[in-house]
Every structure is written in structure tokens, then in C-alpha cells.
């Protein structure tokens, strides 16, 4: 699965990336929770691709009441099409979420390890998502994303079962293209290559999902420091605050 994840890259070179028209600046993100605004790369009819912000949270179109419906911030990659509530997105609204590190916890006993996970060459990584426009019996309307999973590599087996489907740069386009019929983008989902990942045990401040600053990323007790490359400075601890901001605070 993935629950958490961070982006901490420089604006510009998430622009350079992911190729979307609009200039965006975002603040650094170190621990983004689900029901969390997030940054998303969509393409339109064209081709043209475009960033936009969406509740990490997907709730399906036909939902009558979402608060008696599951967190949907996951979509299990291996089923997309079978399940009712992302079946019309994994055909018409995949998206692209980018990331500079996501999480997952080793368990040992009762004792929880929090791990971060990146690139070897401390690049972007391009999660596969699907997004839907909900609608409320009242008329406002809310863009909601899951990131897709696929089974974990080898190299992350040991800490979960699960992972985000990683997209190479290559293949953005095949997997933002909804203007098929077809289900050929569904190929992509599969594991990353063993040696495109490192991970490495982190700080217990990231347990604290309202802690949204470097401290969360530093190395465990007893583990060596480690160079952040194209990263930005800053972070803070968020307040509490449901506003939808641009990678600002959500609830």
C-alpha cells in the first residue's frame, strides 16, 4: 500500500518531469496523508497535460453518502477494471501523482519502523493514479485521486506486500492517454525494478501525520546522515485546518 509519501523537489524540475502548462510553486511536502490535498498531473483530449489538485481519497461518482464509504486511497492495480468504484476511471481519468519518497513501517513485534523509500538517484517517481469528480446532493463538487498498487518488488518485500506502481517517464504518456478504447496502459502496472529503490529506516517523528517537516525524514538512531539532492528547504508542523489549499494543509 502506500499511505504516505513526501515531495520535496523543486517546482521546476517537477515541471521539467512531468511536462504540465501550468507554472506551479508548492511549498516542500514531507509527510502527505491521505484526505490530503495533492498534487496531480492530468492530460486533456489533446494530449496536453496539466497539474491539478485533488483530495487523496477516491470517491466514486454513484456514492451516495461517502462518509459510510471506506477511505479509498489506495486502488488495488491487479483488479482496477473489476471494481465498481474505479472501473470507469481506470478507463477515462488515470492520472499521474508526483513523489520524491513514500513510506512504509517494518513490524517487529510491537515495535513499528518507519522506512523511506526513493529513488536510487534521488529522481522523481511518477505514481499511476485514477481520479473521479465527485458531485454532493448539494452541488459542490470535489476532484478525488487513489494512487495505484501492484505487488511489492523484492527489494520491499520485506516491509509490505504491496507498493505504488511506478511509471517511468517514458511510458507517462501511454498511461495519461484515456483516449482509447483500449486497456493497453493497464500493462504498466507491475513492479519497479529491484535496483531502481533504496530505502532506509527514518525518523519516529513520522508517525505524527500532522508533522510536515524535514525532521521526519532524518536518518533512525544510529544511522548514518544522507545528502538531499534537488530538494527544497523548509517545512513546518501543520495546525489543524480543512481548507484545500494548493499542498497546503487538508483534513
Not at 517514458?170 to 529503490?197: F, K, Y
Not at 525532521?215 to 528547504?233: D, F, I, Y
Request: glycine share 8%; charged share 20%; aromatic share 8%.
Amino acid at each position: 500500500m502506500c499511505g504516505r509519501f513526501a515531495l520535496t523537489l523543486l517546482p521546476e524540475l517537477v515541471r521539467a518531469e512531468c511536462g504540465y502548462e501550468e507554472e506551479v510553486s508548492f511549498p516542500p511536502r514531507y509527510n502527505i496523508a491521505p484526505t490530503q490535498p495533492i498534487g496531480v498531473v492530468t492530460a486533456d483530449t489533446a494530449g496536453r497535460r496539466h497539474f491539478a489538485l485533488m483530495r487523496w481519497g477516491f470517491i466514486p461518482a454513484w456514492a451516495k453518502d461517502p462518509a459510510a464509504m471506506p477511505l479509498l486511497f489506495n486502488a488495488r492495480g491487479e483488479t482496477l477494471v473489476q471494481k465498481a468504484a474505479f472501473r470507469t476511471a481506470a478507463r477515462h481519468r488515470r492520472c499521474l501523482v508526483p513523489a520524491s519518497a513514500f513510506y512504509e513501517w517494518r513490524r517487529d513485534g510491537t515495535k513499528t519502523t518507519p522506512f523511506m523509500i526513493e529513488r536510487a538517484d534521488g529522481g522523481l517517481m511518477l505514481f499511476a493514479g485514477v481520479w473521479e469528480t465527485y458531485a454532493s446532493p448539494n452541488g459542490s463538487e470535489i476532484d478525488t485521486v487513489a494512487i495505484v498498487t501492484t505487488s511489492a518488488n523484492g527489494a520491499l518485500a520485506s516491509l509490505h506486500p504491496r507498493m505504488p506502481v511506478i511509471i517511468a517517464a517514458n511510458d507517462a504518456g501511454l498511461w495519461l492517454d484515456c483516449s482509447q478504447p483500449g486497456l493497453e496502459a493497464l500493462g504498466l502496472v507491475r513492479p519497479a525494478p529491484d535496483d531502481l529503490l533504496t530505502m532506509r529506516p527514518v525518523s519516529a517523528n513520522l508517525n505524527d501525520a500532522r508533522r510536515d517537516d524535514a525532521t521526519v525524514q532524518q536518518p533512525a538512531a544510529g544511522e548514518p546522515p544522507t545528502a538531499a539532492r534537488g530538494q527544497q528547504k523548509g517545512g513546518r508542523k501543520r495546525p489543524p485546518d480543512t481548507q484545500l489549499s494548493l499542498f497546503g494543509d487538508g483534513g
